[in-house]
C-alpha cells in the first residue's frame, strides 16, 4: 500500500534528523580543525479526503470518491564553523550580506518615504496660508 511506503519515508526522514546532519565532518588543516555547522529543517505533510459526489437523478446512487496526497522537503544553511586549535576554540558565525544590503535598501526606502511625507505636509501648510 501507497501510505505505508509514506510513513516508511517520513521515519527515515526522522532518522536522518540528528546531529550529523547539523555537524559536518571535520577537516584538519595543519594544526587547525575546521568544524561546519549548518541549520537544517524538515517539513512535511499530508492529507486524505472522502467525499460523495452529487445525484444527477433522483434515487440514482452518488458517486463517491477518495484522495490523498503529500509532500515535504528539507532545507540546509550554513551558519558558522567552528575551529579548533591548540590554543583555542572559536566559532566564526557566516554573514549573509544580501540579507544586510536587503535590509539596508528597506530602511533607506523607508526613510526617504517618511521624510518625503514631512516635507510634503510643511510645503502643502505654507501653500494654504
Known amino acids: 500500500m501507497e501510505l505505508e511506503k509514506l510513513f516508511e519515508t517520513i521515519e527515515g526522514l ?3 534528523a540528528n546531529v550529523e546532519a547539523v555537524f559536518g565532518e571535520p577537516e584538519a588543516i595543519g594544526e587547525k580543525t575546521i568544524i561546519p555547522i ?3 529543517g524538515y517539513g ?3 492529507g486524505f479526503g472522502e467525499g460523495k459526489a452529487p445525484a444527477e437523478e433522483e434515487g440514482e446512487e452518488a458517486p463517491t470518491g477518495r484522495g490523498a496526497g ?4 528539507v532545507s540546509a544553511k550554513p551558519i558558522a564553523v567552528l575551529e579548533v586549535t591548540p590554543e583555542e576554540t572559536k566559532l566564526i558565525p557566516i554573514v549573509d550580506s544580501t540579507k ?4 539596508g535598501i528597506a530602511m533607506g526606502a ?4 517618511w521624510v518625503s511625507r514631512a516635507l510634503a505636509r510643511v510645503f502643502g501648510q505654507k501653500k494654504a496660508a
Open 14 to 16: 526522522r532518522e536522518k
Open 38 to 40: 549548518a541549520q537544517v
Open 44 to 46: 512535511f505533510g499530508m
Open 70 to 73: 503529500g509532500g515535504g522537503g
Open 100 to 103: 544586510i544590503v536587503l535590509a
Open 110 to 113: 523607508w526613510s526617504i518615504f
